[in-house]
């Protein structure tokens, strides 16, 4: 039960049969994951103090990227430890009830929704796919002087500077065309492979840690057992698409395919 | 077959934060807790961090302007 003047923050999730989770991840604040059964579903939940996690601090502490770092990774390790064991339906970050009561009542009432859920993400994974636009490494200084010749000679300095800037924008303009075609051919491609796929906004180069802007940001909900398949599809996307760049994540627990209202991806 | 732009995940390697945060502030079952912070108030977050969700154009839009234009 959760302490005097404290929280109970809710994970995720999973079927009646988890009893025996008791070791494994910290758990956000510290504390030990600990389990509420109901309705023949299991909440993992841990108990949180009400300085750092009540409202106004929690409202608080959400803008501090360090503290919503190690909250964010504490939630996941928690999930990852319970997928390991069997389907988990992930709760969005923050989730938080006052006592037991509060996630009892929230199995009971939501029951047929949760088991819709686990029977959704189970023995299924979800991956990640980004793309980023590059420019492929040939003579790329070749197709420069092909658009100035076109254009005829260069009179001077200025124009043959802004005539060098034109090619520019134009050879960065096809790169991106490329990468999104790209990014197109290689997201519906994935989607063959999968239950359901999801879009996120593309992240923003400085964060993403990547120089190139990225044209593709999508999630996969896989199958285990193609799994496989999947990941051998995106080697051979690679090897095939000159003018993106793909990084795979996961497997992940299926976050992005438990919300509600977001439905399958585009198709 | 992995080409030099085939980057998976390890499992156990540490995972970027960016990608982690895209899935528990988006992702997840919304419910409404005792504290529902989770709904409107995360998506505050989102905005006021503006470095994490500085919004450039990508296929996503892209899709979406040529479906205005099909």
Not at chain 1, 170 to 197: M, N, Q, W
């Amino acid at each position: 039960m959760a302490a005097e003047g404290g929280w109970v923050w809710m994970y995720g999730v999973a079927d009646d049969d988890l009893e025996t989770f008791a070791d494994g991840a910290a758990g956000v604040g510290g504390a030990p994951p600990r389990t509420i059964t109901a309705a023949g579903l299991t909440a993992i939940v841990g108990d949180v103090g009400d300085r750092e996690y009540g409202e106004a601090a929690l409202r608080r502490n959400l803008e501090d990227l360090d503290w919503l770092a190690q909250t964010a990774r504490a939630h996941h390790a928690v999930l990852e430890a319970v997928a390991e064991r069997g389907p988990v339906v992930p709760m969005r970050l923050a989730t938080l009830f006052s006592s037991d009561a509060g996630v009892t009542g929230t199995l009971q009432e939501r029951a047929d929704d949760f088991r819709e859920a686990l029977s959704l993400v189970s023995a299924r994974n979800e991956w990640g796919v980004k793309a980023y636009a590059v420019k492929p490494a040939d003579p790329a200084g070749e197709s420069g002087h092909e658009v100035a010749g076109r254009e005829g000679p260069a009179t001077g300095p200025g124009a043959a500077y802004l005539q060098r800037r034109r090619a520019q924008l134009t050879a960065s303009k096809d790169v991106r065309r490329e990468a999104l075609a790209s990014a197109r051919t290689v997201y519906a491609e994935l989607s063959g492979f999968a239950v359901s796929s999801r879009f996120y906004p593309p992240q923003a180069p400085d964060l993403a840690g990547q120089q190139t802007p990225m044209v593709l940001n999508a999630a996969y909900l896989v199958a285990d057992e193609r799994a496989g398949e999947f990941t051998a599809a995106m080697a051979d996307l690679t090897a095939r698409h000159r003018f993106v760049q793909l990084t795979l994540t996961g497997p992940w627990p299926a976050y992005s395919f438990v919300s509600e209202g977001d439905g399958p991806g585009p198709r | 077959m992995t080409g030099p732009g085939y980057d998976p995940v390890i499992q156990g390697e540490r995972i970027a934060l960016v990608d982690l945060l895209d899935r528990v502030l988006a992702g997840g079952v919304v419910i409404v807790g005792d504290i529902t912070l989770s709904i409107a108030e995360v998506d505050l977050v989102r905005v006021s961090l503006r470095a994490l969700v500085t919004s450039i154009s990508g296929l996503m839009e892209a899709m979406d302007d040529s479906q205005e234009y099909s």
